[in-house]
């Protein structure tokens, strides 16, 4: 598994322009704002975000000219094709997640502040966030291709999204009382939300890992991502 790792640091290394200036981008608008709280939840969901989903993109290289069919001629298993993703991501949003707080812990000493707990829990909860996208992209993306998965995985999204915009309309229109639910969210302590969305990503990750196995298993060597040339 330890070659199918350093196969996809060498793909991920054709797009280190787009992670400098990711990087660059993150700090120039990190070290410039007023009022931080905001923006850096943004920045920091941003930076997380952007690399953790580059693992996905290694999927679509992986389908590029049959490398897929002749991947697993390799003494390589689908479980360890999948669980080698799975730790990919893993490792790149915990490393986003380490530039990011560098990052802010220096806007904090150059303006003579401290590093606020909020800060911090904003920053740590993009980690669990991310990987839980993640864990929804890879079973579309190796049972319908890159990009058509990629493609429905955004009509997903945008019935979804559409659905909750739908129920706002309703509730709003019909004077229904939601503050409810906002008051029992704070009840929790953000260390307390900080280990939930870590369980939840976690088993996110095992129901993504074992049904990306399936698919993989159910499309067999001779029915794997590309089909070999004649």
């Known amino acids: 598994m330890l070659g199918l790792f ?4 060498k793909l991920l290394k054709a797009q280190k322009k787009l992670f400098m200036l990711v990087g660059i981008v993150t700090a120039v608008v990190l070290f410039n704002i ?10 920091a969901g941003y930076m997380v975000f952007v690399v953790t989903m580059a693992a996905t993109s290694t999927i679509g290289c992986d389908e590029a000219d049959h490398g897929t069919v002749f991947l697993f001629t390799l003494p390589v298993s689908r479980k360890e094709y999948v669980l080698e993703k799975y730790g990919l991501a893993v490792a790149g949003s915990a490393a986003a997640v380490c530039v990011v707080t560098v990052l802010v812990y220096l806007v904090s000493v150059v303006r003579g502040s ?5 800060q911090l829990f904003i920053i740590l909860i993009m980690m669990p966030l991310a990987l839980i996208l993640f864990s929804l992209m890879v079973p579309f993306q190796l049972r319908f291709g890159a990009e058509k998965g990629r493609m ?25 009382d939601l503050s409810w639910i906002g008051q029992k969210i704070e009840r929790y ?6 280990i ?3 369980v939840a990503a976690l088993a996110a990750i095992l ?4 049904a990306s196995v399936r698919i993989l298993n159910k499309k067999g ?7 070999p040339p004649n």
């Open 6 to 9: 350093i196969k996809d640091l």
């Open 34 to 43: 007023q009022d931080g709280t905001e923006m850096i939840r943004f920045m």
């Open 114 to 118: 401290q590093l606020m707990a909020e």
């Open 152 to 176: 429905m995985l955004l009509g997903a999204y945008g019935a979804v999204f559409g659905g909750l915009y739908i129920v706002k309309n309703l509730t709003e229109k019909w004077n229904v």
């Open 189 to 194: 302590s953000q260390g307390t939300w900080t």
């Open 196 to 198: 939930l969305a870590a």
């Open 207 to 210: 129901v993504s890992y074992f």
């Open 221 to 227: 060597v001779s029915q794997s991502l590309c089909k």
